[in-house]
């Protein structure tokens, strides 16, 4: 074995000699290129929609990577362009990176700001560093309230009925009560979204951030595809639900379709609840429907066992949208030899019982492993399907030690097996051998992206040989191991990936409020606390961003997880592999035949003609492997928020005004030696839940991120429902939905001032009274016109012994613009008779002209 070094990007001719035979291989230069460097600027903003004229909070976080590992580009200059949705630059200028290696800052929107996409881009051109985000800007009125669709089972079976959900509830927390519902149903054929393998490997402590593959559960209106089976309306009751129910048929009358084409059907179900104030706001779920219920699967804690040892096994069961389900069956433990005579494995059955996985859908199975019977076993599960049939699942393992000889498998070449399916720093890596000869060589090395480790000349003296190779930083995330055996002029090789998921990277950070709910107004501390993977504190740069959920109905946030953004792919390795036939060939050299110099690679015999396309593949089956105290000020309040909010009770109320979209924007907000930090926030007018969106990083490149919630409500509360701008010669009604939340019905004092506009009913009319029931509201309605330009103010008032509130809204009126004239002409013949009128004063002249003739002479 010989080792040397090759600048990246560059070519080499190998050549080898032993006495009189020489052999040679060029190296090309693309196999020498380095993948182990990547740069990473992680943009974001404070909230994924605004309006024209709102500021917009961006950050970035920025990292260069080196032969594998992160370094900060502290102290660096970067450049930060903003385009619109025209492409037109709102923003460029350059920032310098503070000591965590992140920049932030505003930029302010024009009035005049073109709706729709807006970009930010981050780049470095000395580092060659590129980063981007998006962010909607939009004229929209949030809503006030959410709807959710779900279905009391989580799958069906082809034929029955559905029976759904509706449920919608304000965003400071009270149901929609007596609410018009209007639902459809719609039908589309499914196929399955994860591999079965995929989900078993989950076992395997990988995180969800890490190489994720979900797909997003998010229901997508009008699929294409799809065709309507059912729609039907309703009202909800004062719990703000809604239940209905449908048959779950897999094709149409006059369809063709077999069922056996689609694994399943998805059943799409949406809802649209319109509320007192008009307003319409659907929610959508997603119902499975198939002909089985379950899938089952199997995975092994490890893949290799020694004698004695306690072998554990997952025992797990799915639906068919992924989720855990129990299930009963039975469990077998099987060994498997290889019977060269029928090429066929014989099985025995070891272990034959009945068990039941609970409703988590997961159950784990302890057997021993026999002492003096080295082998191949088979942990396999059939589980009995709910709805009809069964669903099997399965997994092998080997049994074997150092001083294990034989396992009664096919051998094939080389291969490797490896003892579990992931690992992390300081774990030993244990792997098996198998050798289809004795008393043979292999080279063994793994390639870790950065370089070979652990090379080594292996002896095979037996058909199984143990090799224990030491995890370290280095293996993280993905290494792969390789080895290479020559046998009577045949070359034979496999690999295996070797899996360490970055969780020492990343940061545990829980964030909270003080409280559960709030008042509006009042004010609050949000909490952070932030630690290692093994719970120790640090000290970190955290970005805090807090904001109306409601605006997640508008616009879905654009910000990934960054987790997966720094330590979520696994990383590409590339290792070249050739030999020196294919040099003879490449040159036009004389060869011998090829069947003496045939490749085994990863158990697929190749012969080295097919790799320049003049011979096919002949397949080898394989042996299968199982698997401080920092404080920051939150926005400017208006002055009026130092009320006492002791004496709205029973008195004047107060006014409600301030309905920002988001309360708080803190890019740098560090965390003591304790781990800890914390920031006052608060509260606006607006009756909601808040999100409290959390991104952290440390100067050693731990990074985190979490999210966190809040109320803001109260028990008798106006809500006014006004357009976003009225035209000037408009006539509308405004309506105000007076909600009662405490234990017992209510008499409320309802009344509307106006400024700007001028009403259409009495000034008694103004002002009523309306019983509420509890938990129950009512809406009134006035009229008015708009007959100025200008701004327009409401203020709504609910007044109570108990508890009052006031909300004052503004809108522009705009300008009436130009009336529009339909003008149609002919001929009366002699049967027409006509006036004109003419009217002048000191601005204008005004002509009237009159036409009278018979309607039957228009044609």
Do not use: C
């Not at 929609?49 to 032969?67: C, D, F």
């Not at 000034?763 to 016109?785: F, M, P, Q, S, Y």
Request: charged share 30%.
């Amino acid at each position: 074995m010989a080792s040397f070094s090759i600048e990246s990007r560059r070519g080499a001719l190998i050549v080898a000699r032993f006495g009189e035979d020489i052999a040679f291989v060029s190296l090309p230069a693309y196999a020498t290129e380095r993948w182990d460097s990547r740069n990473v600027a992680y943009v974001y903003t404070d909230r994924p929609v605004y309006r024209p004229t709102e500021k917009v909070g961006w950050k970035a976080i920025i990292r260069v990577q080196r032969e594998g590992k992160y370094e900060n580009l502290a102290g660096q200059t970067f450049r930060v362009e903003v385009t619109d949705s025209r492409g037109a630059r709102v923003l460029q200028d350059e920032f310098v990176a503070n000591e965590f290696g992140t920049i932030s800052g505003e930029v302010a929107l024009g009035q005049q700001a073109p709706l729709g996409v807006y970009h930010i881009h981050v780049s470095d051109r000395a580092t060659r560093t590129h980063g981007y985000a998006s962010f909607r800007v939009e004229e929209y009125k949030k809503p006030e309230y959410e709807v959710r669709v779900s279905t009391v089972e989580k799958i069906y079976k082809v034929g029955s009925t559905i029976q759904a959900r509706v449920q919608a509830q304000y965003y400071f927390g009270a149901p929609v009560a007596n609410a018009h519902v209007r639902y459809e149903v719609r039908r589309q054929p499914r196929w399955w979204w994860m591999s079965y393998e995929r989900i078993a490997q989950r076992g395997q402590d990988l995180p969800d951030w890490f190489e994720s593959e979900r797909a997003d559960q998010r229901v997508k209106r009008r699929a294409g595809g799809a065709e309507i089976v059912a729609t039907g309306e309703g009202s909800t009751d004062e719990k703000g639900t809604f239940e209905f129910e449908f048959t779950a048929e897999a094709v149409g009358k006059g369809q063709k379709i077999a069922q056996s084409q689609f694994e399943s059907y998805e059943f799409v179900i949406e809802a649209t609840v319109t509320d007192a104030s008009r307003r319409a706001i659907s929610g959508a779920t997603s119902a499975i429907v198939g002909e089985k219920a379950l899938v089952a699967l199997v995975s092994a804690e490890r893949s290799i066992y020694v004698p004695g040892e306690t072998v554990k096994a997952r025992i797990a069961t799915r639906n068919l949208r992924g989720d855990s389900v129990a299930s009963s069956g039975t469990l077998y433990v099987e060994k498997l030899q290889w019977d060269p005579a029928t090429e066929k494995d014989l099985v025995t059955t070891i272990v034959e019982e009945r068990i039941r996985v609970l409703a988590e859908g997961e159950w784990v199975y302890a057997w021993r492993a026999p002492e003096g019977q080295a082998g191949r076993y088979r942990i396999l599960y059939i589980a009995d399907d709910p709805f009809g049939g069964t669903s099997s699942g399965k997994t092998e393992i080997t049994i074997a030690d150092p001083f294990t000889r034989d396992i009664q498998v096919r051998y094939q070449g080389i291969q490797l097996v490896l003892d579990k399916g992931s690992y992390q720093p300081g774990e030993v890596a244990r792997v098996l051998v198998l050798s289809e000869w004795v008393d043979a060589h292999a080279w063994l090395w793994v390639d870790t992206g950065t370089g070979h480790i652990e090379q080594k000349v292996l002896p095979l003296r037996y058909r199984t040989t143990f090799v224990e190779l030491p995890i370290t930083e280095a293996f993280v995330p993905n290494s792969e191991l390789h080895v290479i055996m020559v046998r009577d002029k045949h070359v034979f090789r496999d690999s295996k990936e070797i899996i360490v998921p970055p969780t020492r990277q990343v940061l545990n950070i829980h964030a909270r409020f003080d409280r559960d709910s709030y008042r509006p107004r009042q004010r609050g501390v949000l909490r952070l606390e932030a630690k290692t993977w093994d719970g120790k504190p640090v000290e970190g740069e955290f970005s805090v961003a807090i904001y109306d959920k409601a605006l997640e109905y508008i616009a879905d946030s654009f910000r990934p997880d960054i987790r997966s953004v720094f330590y979520g792919k696994k990383r590409y390795l590339h290792s070249y592999f050739d030999f020196s036939y294919n040099e003879l060939q490449k040159h036009g050299l004389s060869v011998p035949p090829p069947t003496q110099y045939d490749v085994i690679y990863q158990n697929e015999y190749e012969s080295p003609r097919r790799a320049i396309g003049r011979a096919a593949l002949s397949e080898r089956k394989m042996l299968a492997a199982a698997p401080t105290m920092a404080r920051s000020e939150a926005e400017a309040v208006p002055a009026s928020a130092a009320m006492d909010m002791a004496k709205e009770e029973g008195g004047a109320p107060l006014v409600r005004r301030d309905f920002r979209d988001r309360i708080l924007w803190q890019p740098v907000l560090k965390t003591n030696s304790d781990g800890l930090a914390e920031i006052e926030v608060a509260f606006p007018d607006s009756l909601t839940t808040w999100k409290a969106d959390v991104v952290g990083v440390t100067q050693s490149h731990l990074v985190g991120n979490v999210t966190t919630e809040t109320i803001v409500e109260k028990k008798i509360l106006v809500r006014l429902e006004t357009p976003r701008f009225v035209r000037e010669r408009d006539e509308l009604t405004i309506s105000a939905n007076v909600h009662n939340y405490l234990t017992e019905a209510q008499r409320v004092r309802v009344s509307l001032d106006a400024d700007g506009l001028t009403w259409s009913s009495t000034e008694d009319e103004r002002t009523t009274v309306v019983e509420i029931e509890a938990n129950g509201a009512r809406r009134v309605d006035w009229r008015l016109r708009a007959t100025a330009v200008g701004p327009a103010t409401l203020r709504a008032e609910a007044r109570n012994d108990a508890e009052s509130d006031a909300m004052e809204v503004r809108l522009p009126v705009l300008p009436h613009g130009i009336d529009r004239i339909v003008v149609r002409s002919g001929s009366t013949l002699d049967l027409s008779s006509g006036t004109r009128t003419v009217v002048r004063n000191s601005k204008e002249t005004i002509i009237t002209e009159k036409l009278h003739f018979p309607v039957e002479r228009i044609r």
